[in-house]
């Protein structure tokens, strides 16, 4: 069966910083390219960043809510989602999945940005 812990999320101040991880298991994550996916409340998920399978290239839209860097570790079935500059509107709930969402989705971690 396939889990998806995701864990890091917290309470931070504008401008202030948080680090996601999301540990997988039950497949061969490094065959998968992965994602992040944030839902804002009372909204759908939508995609925060893109890696491929070997963490070679990745695509993380513009957004005006906080700069982002996703990263990998193969070799620790772990993703990574680095969150920088966070503005409120980064609050939601943060989920990993692979990029055509094959599995179920996890708990997800909570991120709330507020004075």
């Known amino acids: 069966q396939v889990y998806f812990v995701e864990s890091g999320g917290g309470l931070v101040q504008p401008g202030g910083s948080l680090r996601l991880s999301c540990v997988t298991s039950g497949f061969n994550f490094s065959w998968y390219d992965m994602t992040w996916y944030r839902r804002a409340p009372g909204k759908e998920r939508e995609l925060v960043a893109f890696?491929?399978?070997?963490?070679?290239?990745?695509y993380v839209p513009d957004s005006p809510w906080g700069r982002f860097t996703i990263s990998r570790d193969n070799a620790k079935n772990t993703l990574y989602l680095q969150m920088n500059s966070l503005m409120p509107e980064a609050t939601g709930d943060y989920y990993c999945?692979?990029?055509?969402?094959?599995?179920?989705w996890g708990q997800g971690t909570q991120v709330t940005v507020r004075s």
């Open positions: 890696i491929s399978n070997t963490g070679g290239s990745d």
């Open positions: 999945n692979t990029r055509a969402q094959m599995f179920p």
